[in-house]
């Protein structure tokens, strides 16, 4: 199993994981927009015999970085893989010595939500009708103290 960059012609299979795991999933051009515009933005996939089981986005600005993706197809899922997309995605904003790590979460998620906390995240706030569907949100947050683990941003 390997965590590689995500490419525009990854981005079929990744349509078809989003209509697999979302009620309102990204289209191709809000992936599109986030791999060949957005200067702010990460995206990885996670493949496993060559087929994408799972994929990471996040947004770093200045020291702060903001979670935008995590998802792990439904055949994979109950396996720790979102852990293992977790710890791949906080050594990278380490990497780029952000101090911060946030995400926002349904409050209806509470499998996530415990994934979340395992890995050291705080409930930060509430965000009221956050979602399409009046659903609130959490505002999750991680503290990232200590020293980094890398020093070379173009390892991201």
């Known amino acids: 199993m390997t965590i590689e960059p995500l490419l525009k012609e990854d981005l079929d299979s990744i349509i078809l994981l989003e209509q697999e795991l979302y009620l309102k999933p990204w289209q191709k051009k809000d992936f599109l927009y986030e791999l060949e515009e957005n200067p702010f933005a990460y995206y990885f996939k996670m493949v496993d015999n060559q087929k994408i ?13 903001q979670i935008t993706k995590i998802s792990i197809c439904k055949a994979y899922q109950g396996k720790k893989l979102s852990y293992i997309l977790m ?20 409050i209806s998620n509470q499998v996530a939500i415990h994934v979340y906390q395992k890995c050291g995240f705080k409930i930060e706030t509430l965000r009221k009708d956050y979602y399409d569907n009046h659903e609130d949100a959490y505002l999750m947050v991680k503290e990232l103290n200590g020293n980094d683990y890398f020093s070379d941003r173009n390892e991201l």
């Open 53 to 65: 089981i799972g994929y990471m986005g996040f947004w770093i600005t200045f020291d702060i970085a």
């Open 87 to 106: 710890q791949d995605l906080e050594k990278r904003v380490r990497l780029a010595h952000c101090k911060s790590l946030s995400l926002e979460v349904r």
